[in-house]
Nanobody
């Protein structure tokens, strides 16, 4: 079992930066691939970024590539998402998720946090 708690969301202006964090419980955090997903109002949940258990491999959605950075600290059981150059269309609830392997498919992830709201204003 893995429990995930996101933090760091908020209201920012377009062009600003934000850093999301996800704290995980459990002693086997490094064995899990971690993903960040987002869901805008009225839309389906979509992949944002993922990172392998060791942190050696990272993956990004085309819409955030070059602006967002995923990282993890296995000693602290945390995974972070740095959001730079935020756009209005980045407004969504952001979720972190854990899985035994890296995938961009939301339904493949076994564990989810409760989400944190990111709102980008003009």
């Amino acid at each position: 079992q893995v429990q995930l708690v996101e933090s760091g969301g908020g209201l920012v202006q377009a062009g600003d930066s934000l850093r999301l964090s996800c704290a995980a419980s459990g002693r086997t955090f490094s064995s899990y691939a971690m993903g960040w997903f987002r869901q805008a109002q009225g839309k389906e949940r979509e992949f944002v970024a993922a990172i392998s258990g060791s942190g050696g491999r990272t993956y990004y959605a085309d819409s955030v590539k070059g602006r967002f950075t995923i990282s993890r600290d296995n000693a602290k059981n945390t995974v972070n998402l740095q959001l730079n150059s935020l756009k209005l269309e980045d407004t969504a609830v952001y979720y972190c998720a854990a899985n035994s392997f890296v995938t961009m498919i939301p339904r493949s992830y076994n564990y989810w946090g409760q989400g944190t709201q990111v709102t980008v204003s003009s």
